[in-house]
């Protein structure tokens, strides 16, 4: 044990073995007072064991299955720490598929061809020895199914059957954690480390969770590639159970790890050192907690106190020793000892008994100096036994220091949060006990705090000129200040170029290196101060540029002149940074009532430093300045000192004062309290005076507190009254107020209006009179009267409904009012009401009053159904408000051709007790519109609109059934789908039974063909469509559907298109005499061209050329130069032309009257027009601008195929 010291040095670097030090240590120290004991300290010696000799036999697997090669490392002290390399000494490489496990062993989810190899090598590493030990290397040899397949081949004979399965995947299964549910404990503020690895095929994922909790955030880590979940400093809230789940595309396994979290002793509560004086009470406490809970047990002096020396003062109850009128015998050592399964804690605790006068330990006559506006804190180390009680004063004979500006801390110290110059003098610190006493003097002095008042500015000067920076200062007289120059923080280069001067620094022969920010900064004993500027050296003389920039916030603010109402205030401008000083803004806060919340005060010209401020009383004013120039406004100064004017009577009253009764017999008097600086004293309070207006009554008066409402009880209902409220403080009153009417509660209306009449103007607008009731009756403010109407039945369906009232409201003493909105033919009901700020009073006798007939709205619906070659079927619902008798129903149709021009109006007058109508007569193969509306003796309703197509007359098609008559279904539905099917296209049409306004859409396809349906949507809610583009005797499949409603179509159709078969037109597009003529034609404008190719070389004319020279038109040209087709042609003869936007009907033939095979729609680009017999006509030319146009002629040339079926 080394002289002097506790501490025991076990040195064996010179012989002996570690182990015959093996043990458990306890240290002891003790004197007269009493002996402490240290924790035990275990001594172990560290070992590094050899592998055991084992004999390992080659790993021999198949492709795709898992592998585990097992490491099992020596034990040693402390564990060593594995890990797998090669020969080479290089890391096997690890990843989802391989990865090695806590336990040392490397674990293969799936084995690859390339994990075939003869040198895994485990290596144990101790780390306090300093060594590391090898396993013998493991070889690991995969066979793939090929070269499998190969050997099982070469050893059997040609009739033998054989063959390995090929790689199969396989479902995840766990390697380790084994079975379906484990358990782990682990101790408080301990890593948890969960580990899970599976095998599969493909590599399966893991993923882990905690069963009802959530994994606790920023504690949680996964390692290993998610395999291992790890948990820091982990508490009993940890404990749960850890579900580890292995997935891959075959499906999943997973392992629930049951985790208890135990817990070593901690400490709650430790013992600590105990001073008692002869005669008092203590206690020793010691708490600590653990899991299991740890057992308190007590020592005194290193003996178990229930053998320790008896001491009556002395009580020992579980984790607290309880000590009574104790005597100086009974001081000693005590310890606490508390202890589980798993550790233990151990805390000394001194308990001394002494019976000492005070002592101050704080020197005398000791000097503390501080900057202004800083806190000081002045020392009074004591010590004593009892423990003394600490007073100061400030000076010889002054009083003891109390309040808010002084904080005492229990260690004797006196702070004073902010001291101010007249904090500056001598302090005595007394402490005294029962034995005695002891005073102390130390000295404050308060210092003005140091201060740049003119700091370096931002510098622009051109290499080689010379710059300086200025840094004045004003400081304390009894500080001497020390200047200090950095550049970019760092000391000042060594060059005689920089001259420091007392209040500046200058840079003589500036170069480029001198560019940076330089710093001032100001050090004395008790604070220091720094400002800092930019140098920018440049090269050439730049034009010296003005920055512009908010002032510099003022400084040195006084107060000077104090008096009662006003103050002078002074102050020192900043820096005006090239933009000379407009005004200055001061603003004040009220520290006694508002601290923190800066008010606008007043404002003065920039050329004035100096204003007389006009103050109220009972505030405690702060005042800053803000400097304001173009740019902006500067930051404020710092706040002047603080000055509380003197007290005074209110100078005004509360504003907004009202009286408005909340109930039929009060009357609330509400107002606007005054804020704090407007009370000019404390003890703010009002009078609150009232009286009936117009009765001879004496005032009423209260005094309340500073509230801002007064409730008045046993009021009339809805008086006038005069009301005032008047401000006092402890010093008086302020002015008389000025008076306001109010008015006591509201209370319902007490009669109904009058006379109510009602004048129909029209179907759908009425106006109603009343007389207007007395004011008198009204029994508070007149807000208006309401009218509420509502409609009792509609006189041409003779059937009562649910009655919703309707309400008008009329604002002021109206008589009258318009009620828009009726509904025509119908019976209402109105009452009148009056409305004050209370409610409504009663309703007058419900007045009936009917509407006149007016137009129906449009029907509900119509449906066109069963299409034939020459009829259709229309049916149709009543108008949902008929508004009146209907006399009849008005149908109008015309037919639409292919160019959508519509053909000749047929209007039809229906009864009006019809619902359907049968349309014969009609043309096959022909779209039709129809025009549909309601009527009543007034006039007709709005119209609805349809179109339907009837069917051709073509040879195979199937006749539409004629539906039945239809029953209303309990739920939407589509039925009757029927084809009537041609060589290229079908008539579908069908019957639907459900909601109006449905989407309907047809699906179609081969049949027996496993293709996707095909959709079309049909527009509007027609149930017919025509299906186009079919192949010729071909089976197809159809059904039809909604649109939005999920699953409703209806059941499938099947159809057979027929057979393809010669068209009653002749498609003369096809016909070879045709494709003949063209040739002709075209090889005759081919022998045109050359002819005139070379006329032109020859220099000859020709008529076009005759035409061109007469008609020198710049814009004609004989050719069109984007696409090389001719120029327009002219015919004499009048042909119609092919008018724009027609197209070949839905049938694809070909008519005599048009036809589909133009030149032009074929992208020839030809314009020119043909004679009947198909010869060119027109010479070359432009085209005849002057030439009126004849008819209804396009400006489009008619194609040549318009013209030769015009002698067809």
Not at 103 to 113: A, E, H, K, R
Not at 187 to 208: D, H, S
Not at 423 to 440: I, P
Not at 1128 to 1137: G, L, R, T, V
């Amino acid at each position: 044990m080394k002289p002097n010291s506790g501490t025991l040095v076990i040195n064996i670097m010179n012989g002996g073995k570690a182990e015959a030090y093996e043990g458990v240590y306890q240290c002891t120290a003790r004197n007269e007072r009493g002996a402490a004991i240290s924790n035990n300290i275990v001594i172990r010696p560290s070992r590094s064991p050899l592998w055991t000799k084992e004999k390992l036999e080659p790993n021999q697997v198949r492709e795709g299955d898992s592998l585990v090669l097992h490491c099992r490392p020596p034990v040693g002290l402390p564990p060593p720490i594995i890990f797998w390399m090669d020969n080479a000494f290089q890391r096997l490489p690890q990843s989802e598929r391989v990865s090695q496990g806590l336990n040392g062993d490397l674990y293969f989810s799936n084995v690859q061809p390339e994990d075939t190899r003869e040198d895994y090598i485990c290596y144990a590493r101790f780390n306090h020895t300093q060594t590391i030990q090898q396993k013998q290397p493991i070889s690991v040899k995969v066979f793939s199914m090929d070269s499998l397949n190969d050997t099982i081949a070469a050893n059997l004979s040609d009739t033998d059957i054989y063959g390995a399965k090929p790689v199969t995947e396989r479902q995840p299964i766990l390697l380790t954690p084994t079975g379906s549910t484990s358990t782990k404990v682990e101790l408080r503020g301990n890593v948890l480390l969960l580990e899970c690895i599976a095998a599969g095929l493909p590599t399966p994922v893991i993923r882990w969770i905690k069963e009802g909790g959530e994994l606790p955030v920023n504690r949680t880590f996964f390692e290993n590639f998610k395999k291992t979940l790890k948990i820091i400093d982990v508490s009993e809230a940890d404990s749960g159970n850890y579900k580890c789940i292995a997935r891959n595309m075959l499906g999943s396994v997973h392992h629930v790890i049951s985790v208890t979290v135990k817990a070593a002793p901690y400490w709650i509560t430790a013992p600590r050192n105990l001073v008692l004086s002869p005669g008092e009470d203590g206690t020793l406490i010691c708490r600590a907690n653990g899991n299991p809970k740890p057992n308190i047990s007590w020592f005194a002096n290193g003996v178990p106190i229930a053998i320790a020396p008896e001491d009556p003062s002395r009580k020992v109850d579980g984790d607290t020793i309880i000590f009574s009128h104790v005597q100086e015998r009974s001081s000693a050592v005590y310890q606490c000892n508390a202890s589980n399964e798993y550790g233990y804690l151990l805390a000394n605790a001194f308990v001394n008994v002494l019976a000492e006068p005070p002592r101050v330990l704080t020197p005398a006559n000791k000097l503390y100096q501080v900057i202004a506006d800083s806190p000081a804190l002045l020392d009074c180390a004591y010590f004593g036994s009892p423990k003394p009680e600490i007073e100061w004063f400030k000076g010889v004979k002054g009083s003891i220091l109390r309040g808010n500006e002084y904080v005492f801390h229990d260690n004797g110290t006196l702070e004073i949060p902010v001291a101010q110059k007249d904090s500056t003098g001598t302090y005595t610190c007394v402490a005294r006990n029962e034995l005695g006493k002891v005073q102390n003097e130390v000295r404050l002095e308060v210092k003005d705090p140091t201060m740049i008042i003119k700091q370096p500015e931002y510098k622009v000067i051109q290499r080689y000129g010379q710059v300086s920076f200025e840094c004045i200062i004003k400081h304390d007289s009894t500080l001497l200040p020390t200047v200090i120059w950095l550049k970019d923080n760092d000391e000042l280069p060594d060059d005689e170029r920089f001259l420091v001067g007392k209040d500046n620094l200058t840079i003589m022969n500036v170069t480029d290196k001198d560019d940076g920010t330089y710093t001032c900064i100001v050090n004395t004993t008790l604070d220091s101060v720094s400002a800092s500027a930019v140098l920018t050296v440049v090269a050439a003389p730049p034009t010296p540029a003005i920055i512009y920039a908010r002032p510099n916030p003022p400084f040195d603010l006084e107060l000077t002149g104090q008096l009662e109402r006003s103050v002078e205030l002074s102050w020192i401008p900043g820096d005006e940074n090239n933009s000379p000083i407009k005004n200055f803004v001061i603003e004040y806060e009220d520290g006694l009532h508002e601290p923190g919340v800066w008010h606008y005060q007043t404002e003065v010209p920039g050329t004035q430093t100096t204003v007389q401020l006009k103050l109220s009383p009972y505030v405690n004013y702060s005042f800053r300045v803000i400097a304001v120039n173009e740019i902006g406004r500067s930051q404020p100064s710092e706040p002047s000192e603080q000055y509380l004017t003197k007290s005074a009577n209110p100078d005004e009253n509360p504003s907004n004062v009202q009286g408005i009764g909340s109930e039929p017999d009060n009357l609330v008097i509400t107002w606007e309290s005054l804020k704090g600086f407007q009370s000019n004293g404390p003890g703010l309070q009002y009078k609150v005076s009232w009286r009936q207006k117009d009765v001879d009554d004496e005032w009423t008066s209260v005094i309340v507190a500073n509230v801002s409402k007064y409730i008045v009880s046993g009021t009339p209902t809805f008086v006038p009254y005069e009301i005032k409220v008047q401000a006092l403080n402890d010093l008086g009153y302020a002015p008389e107020p000025s008076e306001v009417i109010g008015h006591s509660g509201e209370d319902l209306p007490m009669v109904a209006p009058g006379n109510v009449q009602v004048h129909v103007i029209n179907s759908t607008l009425a106006k109603v009179h009343w007389d207007p009731v007395p004011l008198k009756t009204v029994r508070g403010h007149l807000q208006g009267y309401k009218v509420y109407y509502w409609k009792v039945q509609s006189l041409s369906r003779r059937s009562r409904r649910h009655v919703e009232k309707k309400i008008l409201t009329f604002r002021g003493n109206k008589t009258f009012g318009m009620l828009p909105g009726l509904e025509p033919y119908s019976s209402y009901k109105l009452n009148v009401r009056v409305v004050n700020g209370k409610g409504e009073g009663p309703a007058s006798p419900d007045k009936v009053f009917k509407t006149p007939e007016g137009v129906p709205s449009s029907p509900s619906f119509l449906k066109i159904t069963n299409p034939t070659l020459d009829s259709l079927t229309l049916e149709w619902g009543s108008p949902t408000h008929p508004n009146g008798v209907l006399t009849s129903y008005i149908l109008k149709f015309q037919p639409i051709n292919n160019t959508h021009e519509l053909g000749p109006l047929v209007e039809i007058r229906i009864p009006a007790n019809e619902s359907s109508l049968i349309l014969k007569n009609l043309n096959y193969s022909t779209r039709y519109k129809f025009y549909f509306n309601a009527q009543t003796s007034v006039g007709s309703g709005s119209q609805i609109t349809e179109e339907a197509v009837t069917i051709m007359d073509e040879a195979g098609i199937l006749r539409p059934a004629v539906g039945a008559g239809k029953v209303q279904p309990l739920y939407p539905r589509i039925r009757n789908v029927t084809t009537a099917a041609a060589e290229t296209y079908a008539n579908i049409s069908w019957e639907y039974e459900g909601p109006d306004h449905a989407n309907f859409y047809v699906e179609y396809g081969v049949a027996g063909s496993k293709e996707d349906w095909k959709k079309e949507i049909v527009n509007g809610s027609r149930s017919f469509f025509v299906l186009k583009g079919l192949t010729p005797g071909t089976a197809y499949k159809v059904r039809v559907g909604a649109e939005g409603l999920s699953g409703f179509r209806s059941s499938e159709d099947v159809f057979e298109t027929g057979p393809a078969m010669a068209s009653r037109q002749i498609d003369i597009a096809t016909q070879g005499w045709f494709i003949g003529l063209m040739c002709a034609v075209a090889l005759l404008i081919l022998i045109l061209l050359i002819v005139c190719f070379i006329r032109r070389n020859k220099g000859g004319k020709y008529p076009v050329k005759e035409k061109e020279d007469a008609h020198a038109d710049p814009e004609i040209q004989p050719m069109k130069e984007d696409d090389g087709t001719f120029g327009e042609y002219s015919d004499a003869e009048d042909h119609k032309p092919l008018k724009k936007g027609s197209r070949t009907p839905s049938d694809r033939t070909v008519k005599k009257e048009d036809s589909d095979d133009s030149l032009v729609d074929y992208g020839e680009g030809v314009n020119g027009q043909f004679n009947e017999d198909g010869s060119f006509i027109g010479q070359y030319s432009g085209k005849k601008e002057k030439e009126p146009a004849e008819g209804n002629e396009s400006s489009e040339a008619p194609s040549p195929v318009n013209a030769m079926n015009s002698f067809v």
